[in-house]
């Protein structure tokens, strides 16, 4: 089972103004409880050990209140908090920053509510990368009613060979979480790349997961199971009234 996990929690949620003039996107309630709290009840209850949040640095205060009160409720979870002093994307902190070790590590985004099943996922990896020893990433993928509104994943089996980002025609209904297994190797993969180390910033979705595509290296799982994107107000109140906690699907395989 995957240890480790790691959170992006750098959105600003412009979408959801006012209300995120004062609070940080990631910590915007559901129910009562702050997506991110949602995030780290799911690591949780599969087996993860150790979480990193990464969020920035003028919402300091408000992340260490959180992880406070978060270790207060005696989870079996660590947690840890960095903060990104500039803007590095959504990859390149993990790059630069963390270090990751030799196993694969969870990804999230930290302003999405998912009630996935982890386990099947983290099972679907391990079997593409027996099959596969270059396998790059691994991303989970969920069926919603409106993906021309998200990046479409176009697939080959369990290859995904390209998305499209808000297609006016989709060709698919499978769209990314933003949930995702990374391997070690991508350090490798993005040092062939750019023949240099590196920029700091760095986005997943420009920087590697194109690369991965192309050399065949990046595989989707699709799992069922509640999945909101809380990004605009009319989404948030949906998953305020249709939430129902960590109600896990099953993998659709």
């Not at 979480?51 to 260490?64: D, H």
């Not at 993990?94 to 969870?106: T, Y």
Request: hydrophobic share 40%.
């Amino acid at each position: 089972m995957i240890k480790r996990a790691i959170i992006l929690a750098g959105g600003e949620g412009t979408r959801l103004r006012p209300v995120t003039l004062e609070t940080p996107k990631p910590l915007v309630t559901v129910q009562g409880v702050p997506i991110l709290t949602w995030l780290v009840r799911l690591f949780a209850d599969h087996g993860v050990e150790e979480v990193t949040v990464i969020y920035p640095t003028q919402w300091k205060a408000r992340f260490t209140e959180w992880k406070e009160n978060v270790l207060s409720q005696k989870t079996n979870v660590s947690i840890n908090l960095f903060e990104e002093t500039e803007r590095m994307g959504t990859m390149g902190a993990i790059v630069h920053e963390l270090e990751i070790g030799n196993d694969p590590v969870f990804v999230t985004n930290g302003d999405e509510l998912k009630g996935l099943d982890l386990t099947a996922f983290a099972r679907f990896h391990q079997d593409q990368l027996n099959a596969n020893p270059d396998l790059g990433a691994s991303i989970a993928l969920v069926r919603v009613p409106n993906p021309s509104d998200y990046g479409v994943a176009e697939m080959e089996g369990d290859l995904i060979t390209r998305f499209h980002e808000k297609p006016e025609f989709p060709p698919s209904d499978l769209i990314s979480s933003g949930l995702y297994i990374l391997n070690p190797s991508i350090f490798h993969i993005l040092n062939s790349t750019f023949q240099i180390p590196p920029p700091r910033f760095l986005m997943f979705e420009k920087d590697l997961f194109p690369q991965l595509a192309s050399s065949r290296r990046l595989v989707g799982c699709t799992l069922l199971g509640q999945w909101f994107d809380c990004g605009t107000m009319e989404r948030w109140e949906r998953a305020i009234h249709e939430w129902s906690g960590l109600d896990f699907g099953s993998e659709i395989r």
